[in-house]
């Protein structure tokens, strides 16, 4: 079945230190991968998309289709980084988007 | 507004009651999806239209549950019957295109609408 794990539910760490948030998925096809977030008190909103291959706000993910993985990484963490981080993967065949449970990251001064 | 609107924000409803969720695209957005979102969890898909034309509803979790977007414009998601374990926050989001289009496929959502089933 087609799934998407982030396996921490909290993440914790010092400003400027670097960011990993993890995404394992599940999915037979050609996966299409994203990350969304949601700061205090916003909407859930686009970070970043594999496809684009893009640096936002200082974050990267690269999809590694042999470990089925597409962490999320940042070298060196701000306090505005503090938010739930969502990893979302598209089907092949369709245009359901499912999502992962989120991670919390909170960024300690 | 330019955004995702979603009415209402708050619900309350006693168990057996039913409940209608309205949500109002982005104008010219072909996408709309809604998903459930339990307290700690990830947003759950519930079903997807393109324009007016319900192509998956495979996340209904029961025949209680209805989504409708007659005019492929407003979308309202219908709930008969409430149970507690309904309770949750209902989000609608929208996209230009489909899914799988880079440049057209990233989805906006509203605020949400949180229900409470009492």
């Known amino acids: 079945a087609q799934r998407v794990t982030q396996p921490e539910k909290l993440l914790s760490v010092f400003k400027g230190a670097p960011v990993e948030l993890k995404c394992n998925y599940s999915y037979s096809g050609s996966p299409e991968l994203f990350w969304y977030v949601q700061y205090s008190r916003q909407r859930l909103q686009l970070l970043l998309r594999?496809?684009s291959r893009e640096s936002i706000k200082g974050f990267t993910a690269d999809l590694n289709k042999g470990e089925t993985s597409f962490h999320l990484k940042k070298p060196f963490a701000q306090e505005e980084d503090s938010a739930m981080y969502y990893c979302?993967?598209?089907?092949?065949?369709?245009?359901?988007?499912?999502f992962g449970s989120g991670t919390r990251l909170s960024i300690r001064p | 507004g330019a955004g995702v609107s979603q009415s209402p924000r708050y619900k309350v409803a006693k168990r057996g009651q039913d409940v209608a969720l309205r949500c109002d695209p982005i104008s010219g957005h072909v996408s709309l999806f809604w998903y459930q979102q339990a307290l700690g969890q990830g947003p759950e898909f519930l079903t997807y239209?393109?324009?007016?034309?319900?192509?998956?509803k495979s996340g209904l979790p029961s025949d209680r549950f209805f989504a409708e977007r007659p005019e492929g414009s407003v979308s309202t998601l219908k709930i008969q019957r409430t149970q507690q374990e309904d309770s949750a926050v209902y989000l609608c989001?929208?996209?230009?295109?489909?899914?799988?289009?880079?440049?057209?496929?990233?989805?906006?959502f509203g605020e949400g609408s949180r229900l409470t089933v009492l």
């Open positions: 989001a929208s996209s230009k295109g489909t899914g799988r289009d880079a440049n057209t496929g990233e989805l906006f």
């Open positions: 594999h496809i």
């Open positions: 979302a993967l598209i089907y092949s065949s369709a245009s359901k988007i499912i």
């Open positions: 239209f393109q324009n007016e034309a319900q192509l998956d």
